[in-house]
């Protein structure tokens, strides 16, 4: 519902002509209502692009939230902290009541071998860091990173997610969410841990090339969590770009990505925003969370969320729909994507 200015509105700080067109969701049973769009951390580091311009980034952040994206999420591992720490010098000169935010514990490390941890200490210590340096007393959100390459998810409810509760109790958190690929573990933790876990953030299997999570939408909705659908480009697939050489798609998903990119250069439009566009009709999904490392594709993405798309636009989308895009791909598990840090 776009026109209401939602709770976050912070009167002669954002651009309130821009507020009231952003359309505003609720998260599950939180009471918060969030952004259509949400700004995701993961590229607010070098982690995905050395050249990331740290300076654009926090421009960026600063514009995104005037703009009425609301809802922030980020995490340790991005930027190995770099991405928590560029949040807290950018949210420094923002209104603390004008953003949610989100961040997470049990990933870490770029080596494979160090990369994940569930155990209690870890995740007490994790949340520790990560308030000192977003440099604020308390969190909206705490999830666990990736559940599914957990070794147990008994470990996750049974260890990971009582510090998490901890913290809900002494005010430095407010709700809980669990994160993963795979839409399967993601239910069954869900399920197992109803009335505890109150978000699921999914990434990359709502896509034009993957539909998987309408598997277990409806299943969502019934446990009264709320979903986070993130990476509509598919960590970079399904953009003009193209991926980067660590991406964990097999070489015929990559083939396909490249061929739409192609085809989107050939007609003078952006394949991301058509990714973008075609992710965020997806019924059920209260926000659709995207990195966005500077200010030119904030207004590309923007743009997708305020004008929809030109009739060139719809056409190609409509093309690829058609004659690229043309059945279900995905990668395998969150493991896989770890290779692409060795």
């Known amino acids: 519902m776009s026109g209401q200015l939602p709770a976050t509105f912070v009167k002669g700080f954002h651009n309130e002509e821009l507020v009231r067109r952003m359309e505003y969701r609720p998260l599950g049973n939180t009471g918060l209502r969030v952004s259509k769009i949400a700004l995701g951390g993961a590229t607010l580091s070098a982690l995905f692009d050395s050249k990331f311009d740290r300076e654009e980034g926090i421009k960026t952040v600063h514009e995104a939230i005037k703009s009425?994206?609301?809802?922030?999420?980020?995490?340790?591992f991005y930027g190995q902290g770099k991405s928590e720490e560029l949040l807290g010098e950018a949210l420094k000169d923002v209104p603390r009541e004008a953003y949610y935010i989100a961040t997470k514990v049990a990933r870490y490390e770029l080596d494979p071998n160090l990369m994940f941890d569930y155990t209690a200490a870890k995740a007490r210590a994790s949340v520790q860091?990560?308030?000192?340096?977003?440099?604020?007393?308390?969190?909206?959100v705490l999830q666990v990173h990736d559940v599914d390459a957990a070794p147990s998810l008994d470990m996750v409810l049974n260890e990971t997610i009582p510090v998490l509760e901890d913290y809900v109790k002494q005010g430095k958190a407010r709700f809980i969410g669990i994160t993963g690929y795979d839409?399967?573990?993601?239910?069954?933790?869900?399920?197992r841990g109803k009335g505890r876990?109150?978000?699921?953030?999914?990434?990359?299997r709502y896509t034009l090339l993957d539909n998987t999570l309408l598997r277990h939408m409806k299943a969502f909705k019934e446990l009264n969590v709320g979903v986070i659908c993130a990476a509509a480009h598919a960590l970079g697939l399904l953009s003009n770009g193209?991926?980067?050489?660590?991406?964990p798609g097999s070489e015929e998903l990559q083939a396909v990505g490249l061929r739409g990119a192609e085809?989107?250069?050939?007609?003078?439009?952006?394949l991301g925003k058509l990714a973008m566009y075609y992710t965020m009709q997806l019924d059920g999904a209260a926000t659709f969370l995207i990195g966005i490392p500077n200010r030119r594709l904030l207004q590309i993405n923007l743009d997708a969320i305020f004008n929809g798309l030109t009739s060139n636009e719809q056409e190609v989308l409509q093309y690829l729909r058609e004659n690229v895009f043309t059945k279900s791909y995905s990668w395998g598990s969150t493991l896989s994507t770890v290779n692409m840090f060795k």
């Open 68 to 76: 009425g994206i609301n809802y922030i999420d980020t995490a340790p």
């Open 129 to 140: 860091k990560s308030l000192k340096l977003l440099g604020l007393d308390a969190v909206d």
């Open 183 to 191: 839409v399967d573990v993601l239910k069954e933790c869900a399920e």
């Open 197 to 204: 876990i109150h978000l699921v953030l999914n990434y990359a």
């Open 242 to 247: 193209g991926p980067q050489v660590w991406h």
């Open 263 to 270: 085809i989107c250069k050939q007609r003078g439009v952006e």
